[in-house]
């Protein structure tokens, strides 16, 4: 984690520090899984995610949010949506069919 901290995405990682409620509990490899989105979506993303989070969006909100970024206009982008929300439930092994 430290070497997150230092590297270019520390203003995503302050980001998710400060909008998410503090008694949610995420794994590293939710962190992962945001960063990614909002590394290809950009931050307002991340932010609405986490507001999502804060809400008690459940699994197929989360699902219904990642993947609505890999439709219409962002088509191409399907399949990467598809493995950050895996890997966010912790489907680590996900791979393309």
């Known amino acids: 984690m430290e070497v997150l901290v230092q590297t270019k995405i520390k203003p995503e990682l302050v980001i998710i520090r400060k909008v998410l409620n503090k008694n949610i509990k995420i794994a590293d490899h939710q962190v992962m899984a945001m960063?990614?989105?909002?590394?290809q979506m950009g931050a307002t993303r991340l932010r609405m995610?986490?507001?999502l989070m804060n809400k008690g969006g459940g699994t197929a909100d989360i699902y219904s949010f990642f993947l609505q970024?890999?439709?219409g206009k962002f088509q191409g982008h399907r399949e990467r949506r598809m493995q950050e929300v895996e890997y966010f439930f912790g489907n680590k092994n996900y791979k393309k069919k």
């Open 35 to 39: 960063l990614s989105l909002s590394y």
């Open 69 to 71: 970024f890999g439709s």
């Open 49 to 51: 995610l986490c507001r």
